[in-house]
């Protein structure tokens, strides 16, 4: 199946063994450490399996470059362009055929595929991915991908890898209302040892960035191979950057790396380097697991990452800065022993790591719950514990949810969703932009309305603080623009065509 230049991974001596698990069950938890080579290997070992009977395989990835990056490397493998065998399809972008046996999806596009077709005809197996990430679409997906199994799919193979996930509490979720055994199999990574220095700040009153900066120039000078930055956000790589200037050379290569940058920006802080020439990517925590990052033997790590937190009090979502977790440290620093020993700067105390919390806090403890409410509502339920969870949506974020969809007509007064709330969920927006969106259109006001849903869910393209609108929508409208520009006026006419899409989605009656 593999080239013949493929190298043989730890993965490959428990393949034999998920093959014949999964042909006598349909749940299985795969452990498999950093460098195993799960999310490669893994799927494309499983088109062998004669139970599969010509169906494809569905994999979920909680980033769209990991998603992206994956379908392209195994379709590598097999000597193809991606789009053949291996496909995949995020948001606003799509390489699939009618070839297309394996196709890696991001979060959202599992929800609207299992929406759209709650049996997952012509699937065969679900595999949820670093599910260690515990993201809130990720717990939705793999709760409807049970309701259905349960419903409608006893047949539905269902496969959860993660890096570093505490595996018990998944495997009593898994055993519920289950008859057969869930078995968890184990592989090792691959990894080099790497030697780890703690590098606090010495005052309160020097930037972190600044920090930062000055443990690059310390890495470039004490070691060699390219150098990884985690830091929080887009606006602290930015500064690092900046700071920075004076080491980019023809041998030293200033790389950022997130989510929202071009797909030709992020390739190029993937692609690999050779000596004398170093990369220094300086990256969002999108870097710490999926992607691999050829040559990178030192890690700085500031220590910080950005979630989403919904203040009930407010009924609004915002960014804060915290802490990683012990787990997420640790993937962290296993980036730099990839290929060859590695070296590791934290940039906090070594004591500090006494008071990190062992593993990521889920998203769905603190995520504003007004859109799973919504899905749920579609899926045919009035009540999250009708559907078996990991961690069960918060009571008091849930009765929040509620009344604000019954005031978006989204839901009636009972729960139930309605033609309204239906087309809501079809988009790709929080249920307030979607209302907007749809109302407007009935103004004749879309056009509009799409620019804004889609500039409100991405970056302000004049990062002003002047809150008018008007010069937003010119900018958005007309003429050339920025990366993030061409990125809003796609992700606008994306809605645009789904607010058009013609007719409703067929009734259906709830799952059990």
Known sequence: MFNHTTEVLPIEALLPDL?????????????????????????????????LDGKGILMLEPRRMAARNAARYMASLLGEKVGQTVGYRVRLDSRVSASTRITVVTEGVLTRMLQDDPELQGVGCLIFDEFHERSLNADLGLALALDCQQGLRDDLRLLIMSATLDSGPLLKLLQQDFSGAVPVLRSEGRAWPVETHHLPLPRADIPMERWVADAVRRALREGNGSI?????????????????????????????????????????????????????????????????????????????ARTVRFDAGTGMSRLVTERVSLASAEQRRGRAGRAEPGVCY??????????????????????????????????????????????EPPVEAVNQAIP?????????????????????????LHPRLAHMVLAAKAF?????????????????????????????????????????????????????????????????????
């Open 228 to 304: 990884l930055v985690f830091l929080p956000g887009t606006g602290e790589i930015r500064k690092v950057e900046a700071l920075l200037q004076d080491v980019r050379s023809d041998t030293v290569h200033l790389c950022p790396l997130y989510g929202d940058l071009p797909a030709a920006e992020q390739d190029a802080a993937i692609a690999p380097v050779w000596a004398p020439v170093r990369k220094i990517v300086l990256a969002t925590s999108i870097a710490e697991t999926s992607l691999t990052i050829e040559g990178v033997r030192v890690v700085i790590d500031s220590g910080l």
């Open 19 to 51: 093959l014949e698990t999964l042909g006598s069950g349909t749940r299985c938890i795969l452990e498999a450490a950093p460098g195993a080579g799960k999310t490669t290997r893994v799927p494309l070992a499983l088109l062998r399996a004669a139970w």
């Open 444 to 512: 004749g006001l879309g056009k509009a309305a799409c620019l804004l849903a889609a500039m409100a869910d991405e970056r302000d393209p004049l990062r002003l603080r002047d809150v008018d609108i008007r010069p937003r929508l010119a900018l958005l409208g007309h003429g050339q623009g920025s990366p993030a520009v061409f990125r809003i006026r796609e992700a606008a006419r994306q809605i645009g065509r789904l607010v058009d899409a013609a007719g409703e989605p067929p009734h259906r009656t709830p799952m059990s």
């Open 346 to 391: 934290r940039l906090w105390h070594q004591w500090d790591e006494a008071g990190m919390a062992a593993h990521i806090r889920p998203e769905i403890l603190d995520a504003d719950m007004a859109p799973l409410c919504l899905e749920l509502a579609v899926w045919g339920i009035t009540a999250p514990s009708s559907l078996h969870w990991l961690d």
């Open 404 to 428: 604000l969809l019954r005031s978006l007509e989204a839901v009636d007064a009972v729960g139930r969703v309605t033609a309204r709330g239906r087309g809501m969920a079809r988009l790709p």
